[in-house]
């Protein structure tokens, strides 16, 4: 039988199975071309995408929006859920979850809270994808930023990839690792103390075979790293402003950094940066932060397109 | 001449005629079954819905974005009308209705102030619809309720409706049994005292001829209740906490209340509940709330397309 | 070659050839015939606009997004980019150029801060669309106020236009001044003297060879003036609120105004207004303002096709 994701919650990455990955590779690819090719799809023509946002998020939720659009579809928004909607009466997700059912064709969802995602699955007969829960998952950054390092590096396995930054606070990082150690990457995890990534995932890591280095130092690290993902190191992770200003300076990616990384390295970065990668640095070659974002949108694509049944 | 509603604002129930009222039912019985064949609707195609919604109400907004978007419309929406609308400059509604005539060829309105609505009709030459203003009326509620039971029941002249929890505030109840009493049910009002109807509306019932029992005990309520259309009882409406929890908890529907109930009772809610209905109870075969909120989408896309003349 | 706004951005009146205002009143009421007779646009099929606000603005941001619609593009939108957008995280606006020019075809923006709306174009390959920055510009206002007085008066060439109440603050004022000078028009400036037109550009207009008269007297004004653009006088601006009182009342716009007004004088106002248009004066013929908001749709309609190349 061939792979499906047909009537599929998009929870975690977890769920998605190696082939399933793929499924959803091909076809944003497939779409990246039709849109390239100036074609007008229609495949979800006659459908309807819900954008549930109780926290901001202009990033995921403009993507999923113009993904839908650019099939066909219609949108309808809840951008800003926490003044606006139900939940300040006390609706439950479950209770909401039974309502989208009735007038979307697709959920998507962004809450601060862990495991929300999966409670308005529950009450939903139709898709739900998590645009990010809480500390937990965020399934689909970790598919474009997959998608991304492909399309970057021609492909995946064998590469080593460094994570910098807050690897203890970012949900995008854990998402993000869990999905490409399953496809055959080596890591190097480069943090402040403070700010390293929580040693159950790394423990995890290499317990499965997966190669990890800890390389605090940035410059060091890059020498090795055929992709850096950086992510924002928030001033409000510190009881001590000093602190902050001390460790923001020694992760910023700037020129020199890029003079002494790996040939051909890969930068990548989920969005919004503030200081972590100086505006100097967009264009060097290398700088795909950019194009990441962009490749949000088939992949968005490709994912309302299967859950849905109209890919 | 055939009965008509274009061109006309739905600001209450009075002004809808008994013959208005079977069009909207069955102009919406008509979509439903469309949709149910899975055909695609075009009626409104190149007209646009404005939502003006000056106080948060995901279900009512959603539901008519979604009802316009599958009459192959268009939406322009002010989802949170205190925060970033005109009205914060002192703007009244009459000049806002004058704008929204050049914009949407039909209006929704929410408002926390009685006559909003009216208001904003008065300065638009274009079809307003109220979706509920401050204490005063909800008309669009009040239809989808009637469309509910005649869907659950198969009929609604003869019936014991039960109307339970906060009948003093509610103007879901208040709409609704305007409408409900020109369609020949008997009422039962279950309430605390402190939440009662108020007491001109049960007398303008009685005055007209309709039958009301006051039965302030659920379980002996709906021992004789064809439909119980519970409504949440809220903490801000007590000075004393204790009172809250205690009539709270009197007011909640179980499976122990199920159990009680005539057979085949019919169980509404307008939504969002928080524990007023227990969520054991979804299960119940009668546990029609969120068919009932599913009702909103063809009520709607009656209501959006007879007042632009597109049904 | 014929004149082209194809691929421009549109930050400022002062960018925009004599010529180039020319096609797009032309477009504008080109489209404005299209949409009388009832015909179907599809020019901008396919294509998405932005609108991103990070100050409210009902009207501007639903009539770009009307505009976008009856020419058959899509809309995404950040209707509050204060409470629900990336700018919390400290994004700057050139990065989020850089994300829109991947999800829209064109960009409107209105922001607080002057020379936003460049930033946010250095950042973008697409256009953008400035919707008022700060005490900057706001050149679609100035666009559809020279469309609507060219509507209203037959030609705008030797035009006597009256620009009263708050001459200090009003971008309006500033930028539809601009745009007017270079028609030919005559001004008279009518402000209390707290809120007098900026010396600079009262001098640059003299320098320019543009007859200017300063008239405190509204009356006075009026009769002399073939078109009275009145704005908000807010309370804001004054440290004594009896000035603010005093002031109010004296740049009201009442039947007694009108009766003193020269024959045929129109009169616009960008809205909302508060108090200084009185109701009473809605009925008077050359009372022009919701036909000018009502123009605000064609001439955004022209900008939105003419950058993108789908006029």
Redesign the interface.
């Known amino acids: 039988m061939a792979t499906s994701l047909f009537g599929r919650d998009i929870l975690d990455v977890q769920s998605i199975s190696d082939e399933e990955v793929r499924l959803i590779m091909d076809t944003a690819a497939r779409y990246e071309r039709a849109m390239d090719n100036g074609g ?1 799809l229609l495949n979800m ?2 459908r ?1 995408l ?1 954008t549930l ?1 109780y926290e ?4 995921t939720r ?2 999923f ?2 993904a839908m ?2 099939l066909g579809g ?7 859920g926490q ?4 939940a ?4 439950t997700l ?3 979850g ?2 989208m059912e ?3 064709d697709v959920t998507v969802i962004r809450h601060p809270v862990t495991g929300s995602a999966a409670e308005l699955a529950a009450g939903s007969s139709k898709p739900v994808i998590n645009g990010g829960d809480g500390a937990g998952q965020h399934p689909t950054q970790a598919l474009l930023d997959l998608y991304t390092i492909i399309k970057e590096q021609g492909k995946v396995e064998g590469l080593t990839i460094c994570l910098a930054g807050d690897l203890k606070n970012g949900r995008t990082v854990h998402s993000g690792a869990a999905l490409l150690a399953r496809m055959g990457v080596n890591f190097i995890f480069t943090a402040p103390d403070a700010l390293a990534m929580p040693d159950k995932i790394t423990k995890d890591l290499i317990a499965a075979g997966i190669k990890v280095d800890v390389i605090p130092d940035l410059d060091e690290a890059v020498a090795k790293s055929d992709v850096l993902y950086m992510t ?1 190191i928030q001033q409000e992770r510190f009881d001590d402003p000093a602190e902050y200003e001390r460790l923001k300076t020694s992760f910023e990616v700037t020129n020199d950094t890029v003079k002494k990384a790996k040939k051909n390295m890969t930068i990548m970065h989920p ?4 200081t972590e990668i100086k ?1 100097e640095v967009d264009d060097y070659k290398g700088a795909a932060y ?1 194009r990441q ?2 490749n ?2 088939p992949v968005r694509m490709a994912l309302l397109s299967l859950v849905t049944g109209c890919e």
């Open positions: 007008r023509s006659g309807t819900a946002f901001p998020s202009t990033r403009l993507s929006e113009v659009l650019r219609t949108v309808i928004s809840v951008a800003d003044v606006s909607s139900s300040k009466k006390g609706e479950y209770d909401t039974k309502m009735s007038y979307a924002r969005l919004p940066r503030v505006v950019f974002a962009a949000g949108v």
